[in-house]
């Protein structure tokens, strides 16, 4: 006798209620309860994101930047669907209307994942690839117990930043430049 996994769509997704702290993502169908956040996890994903907001409005940058938890639909049948917990996207991905009610076509050029200590290596490589493999063309992997971050523009392009270095926007936000200390106060 097997047992067959009941797979969900994107849409169900969307239309699951939320409530009692639980966060979910969609991986090849499959729904993945994820649990509420820790105290340094939020710090450190607020800090990016404001970084990136505001260095996007002082440059009047065209896009759009998306807090934590925001969906991104990077694959269809079975349906995938990840949520960083910041991200930006380019302007001209949304010329042909506002951005959606719904969850958002394709990869953010611009993927940022705090690690929480009940990540596995394991689950971080793999997000990781899914980004850059859904075409990502950055991906930030902040570490709030280390205090550091690592930096994907792909596979093989990978930088490993302490307190002491600096966090750049290259390619997808020329010019914006954060010191990796001050993420995590």
């Keep these: 006798m097997t047992t067959q996994k009941t797979l969900i769509t994107a849409e169900q997704l969307l239309a699951m209620p939320t409530g009692m702290g639980e966060r979910y993502e969609l991986i090849a169908g499959e ?20 970084a990136i907001k505001s260095f996007v409005l002082a440059n009047r940058i065209p896009g759009v930047v998306f807090g934590a938890e925001t969906g991104f639909w990077l694959h269809h049948g079975p349906d995938t669907v990840r949520a960083p917990d910041a991200a930006f996207v380019r302007a001209e991905r949304f010329a042909r209307g506002p951005v959606p009610a719904g969850f958002v076509e394709g990869a953010p050029e611009l993927v940022v994942e705090a690690v929480s200590p009940s990540d ?24 709030p117990q280390t205090r550091s971050v690592t930096a994907f523009k792909s596979r093989s392009d990978i930088r ?18 954060v010191a990796v200390a001050d993420l995590f106060r």
């Design 160 to 177: 490993v930043l302490s307190g002491a270095d600096t966090l750049t926007g290259e390619p997808v936000l020329p010019g914006f430049s």
């Design 31 to 50: 729904l993945i309860t994820m649990p509420p956040s820790g105290g340094q996890h939020g710090v450190s994903s607020v800090a990016v994101a404001h």
């Design 120 to 143: 596995t290596a394991a689950e971080v490589q793999a997000k990781t690839e899914a980004w850059l493999d859904a075409g990502a063309e950055l991906v930030w992997l902040l570490y």
